[in-house]
Nanobody
Framework: VQLQASGGGLVQAGGSLRLSCAASGRTLSSYVMGWFRQAPGKEREFVARISWSGANTYYTSSVKGRFTISRDNAKNTVYLQMDSLKPEDTAIYYC???????????????WGQGTQVTVSS
């Protein structure tokens, strides 16, 4: 499956962005979908994941209550709504697909190219 992330940009602290991840090549409903991010000089970290049907979601503590992951399997697309953004959210955001309900990057088989999110103070 090929993944294409989009929707990043520059936003002021407190603002919002909505990331999208469009899949092609295979139906997205076959995969757990996750969002990860990597800030300069830091390791890639887990942000959120959503189950195959979308019924279950999980977030890292630093984004809980501010970010919402969702999916539209009919459109083969996963979203990450990011509200109340903080400068520390600045990173390249990646979407990824896995056959496991996991927070571990190594268990994700397919990755998008990343989209830059920059939050100014």
């Amino acid at each position: 499956v090929q993944l294409q992330a989009s929707g990043g940009g520059l936003v002021q602290a407190g603002g919002s962005l909505r990331l999208s991840c469009a899949a092609s090549g295979r139906t997205l409903s076959s995969y757990v979908m996750g969002w990860f991010r990597q800030a300069p000089g830091k390791e890639r970290e887990f942000v959120a994941r959503i189950s195959w049907s979308g019924a279950n979601t999980y977030y890292t503590s630093s984004v809980k209550g501010r970010f919402t992951i969702s999916r539209d399997n009919a459109k083969n697309t996963v979203y990450l709504q990011m509200d109340s953004l903080k400068p520390e959210d600045t990173a390249i955001y990646y979407c990824a697909a896995s056959s496991r309900y996991s927070t571990i990057a190594a268990t994700y088989d397919f990755w998008g190219q990343g989209t830059q999110v920059t939050v100014s103070s």
